[in-house]
């Protein structure tokens, strides 16, 4: 049956506030980056829950949150994750990734070593799920799961740089190890692994980071 509720949650501002809180998140926006060099001090439990509780509350296809969230703070997980991703890199950048995208790469210094995937006190590790299965067994699938998924992470990682943490998001290719060491079920797929943490102190970052496409290149107003 078809049921509805009351939208209770709404608040309106007036104008000059929105304008204001607009600007305000804009400012704020603009502070994240993306690092590669974390410290290991440690990050409460706590926040990292209201992070991707955050993060579950993205829009989602017929709101099926086609989502999971493994987050790992054991260091022998993080050593056997950081041990089977850099496998997968060195493989990508000494023979599977094309000269285009080792020529894109290059401006901002990665290579197929990864300590802060060991360093970092916490990998939130997103995985897609393509259906779930009902206590009877039963498959539900779940619709536009990937769009979905990738909503929830922007948002988790919104939420995690408003809490003061800096994140980097980690894709190596293949991820199926994942599942193995996490041991998540064949109906997830590895969507990417956020490292979350302090920022190492001293850390730099690309100067080329700091260059965002302009509003007139991003957007276009009809």
């Not at 439990?45 to 955050?54: K, N, P, Q």
């Not at 969230?69 to 493989?91: N, P, Q």
């Amino acid at each position: 049956m078809f049921k509805t509720v009351p939208f209770s949650t709404y608040v309106e501002f007036p104008l000059d506030e929105m304008h204001r809180r607009a600007h305000e998140y804009l400012v704020h926006m603009r502070r994240r980056r993306t690092i590669r060099e974390f410290s290991d001090r440690p990050v409460s439990r706590e926040i990292i829950e209201s992070c991707i509780l955050a993060a579950g509350t993205a829009p989602s296809g017929a709101n099926l949150q086609p989502w999971q969230f493994v987050a790992v703070a054991d260091a022998a997980v993080k050593h056997r994750i950081r041990e089977e991703a850099e496998v997968e890199e060195a493989e990508f950048y000494t023979s599977k990734a094309p000269a285009e995208w080792l020529a894109a790469l290059e401006p901002l210094g990665t290579d197929p070593n990864k300590p802060f995937l060991e360093i970092a006190p916490w990998l939130i590790v997103i995985f897609a799920k393509s259906y779930d299965l009902l206590p009877d067994g039963r498959k539900v699938k779940n619709y536009y799961a990937a769009e979905s998924v990738g909503i929830a992470t922007g948002m988790l990682i919104t939420a995690l740089h408003t809490s003061g943490l800096a994140t980097l998001t980690h894709t190596p290719s293949p991820m199926g190890f994942l599942n193995k060491i996490l041991g998540r079920p064949d109906n997830e797929r590895p969507f990417l692994v956020l490292v979350t943490g302090y920022p190492a102190p001293g850390v730099e970052i690309p100067e080329r980071a700091l260059h965002k496409k302009s509003l007139t290149e991003i957007a276009t107003f009809v």
